[in-house]
């Protein structure tokens, strides 16, 4: 794999290095810059359509190598936030499915479960009555003399 | 002298940061080609250097939060 170009500057305390957009993209180095806010004085260029410039600058003194090793936790760091857009963006319609179903079961009972009356055919017309509940309590008893009459023998 | 570059920096994140900025020292904000150029007059003496790459990391982390 080719390494990004850099440039080391102990001098300034600084180190310049070139990131292709196409590998590493401009939210994923947002995210890593983010990162080292209180180490290094961060600056970016470049086109985000091709390449990054991201130079960073020790805020402690800092030799070569800790400068080298500076770039390498950055690019480090990168790949964690590479491998978080990667899985954001494998995920997204399962989260939008879980935050969809979460949201329709939080509905009130009423609101999810009342069936529209005028698109629902099963519903049949309200003047059916196929449990017998429409019956008055005088028509569901027997006649009265029948009463009487079994009350006589007992 | 800052240079920021447009596609990168956004306007909104730079103006909000001018102003949180603005007890530190004075800004003066204009575009050339690509970039936004920010002039920067610290109150103080020697903290020029500073309050410019502060300034920028300033930028950066209110973007983070766009």
Do not use: H
């Not at chain 1, 995210?31 to 970016?44: G, P, Q, T």
């Not at chain 1, 990667?86 to 969809?100: D, L, S, T």
């Not at chain 1, 009463?147 to 023998?153: I, L, N, P, Q, T």
């Not at chain 2, 410019?52 to 939060?65: A, D, M, T, V, W």
Request: hydrophobic fraction near 35%; proline fraction near 5%; charge should be positive.
């Amino acid at each position: 794999m080719q390494l990004p170009k850099r440039k080391i500057s102990p001098k300034d305390q600084d180190v310049v290095f070139w990131l292709k957009t196409k590998n590493y993209p401009l939210e994923a180095i947002f995210s890593a810059a983010y990162v080292f806010i209180d180490r290094a004085y961060i600056y970016l260029d470049g086109d985000p359509e091709k390449e990054i410039m991201v130079r960073l600058r020790s805020k402690e003194k800092a030799d070569k190598k800790k400068l080298e090793a500076l770039e390498g936790e950055f690019l480090n760091e990168l790949l964690n936030f590479l491998l978080r857009v990667e899985i954001a963006r494998n995920n997204q319609k399962i989260r939008e499915y879980i935050v969809a179903s979460a949201l329709v079961s939080s509905l009130p009972e009423n609101l999810s479960e009342q069936p529209s009356v005028e698109n629902d055919q099963s519903a049949g017309d309200w003047r059916d009555d196929p449990l017998g509940i429409a019956t008055s309590w005088e028509d569901a008893q027997p006649a009265p003399k029948k009463r009487e009459k079994k009350a006589k023998k007992k | 002298m800052v240079k920021l570059n447009r596609k990168i920096y956004v306007r909104e994140a730079i103006e909000q940061a001018i102003k949180d900025y603005k007890g530190l020292a004075g800004f003066r904000l204009s575009e050339k080609g690509k970039y936004y150029l920010i002039s920067i007059k610290p109150k103080e003496n020697g903290t020029q250097d500073v309050i410019e790459r502060e300034f920028c990391n300033y930028i950066l982390s209110l973007e983070k939060g766009m």
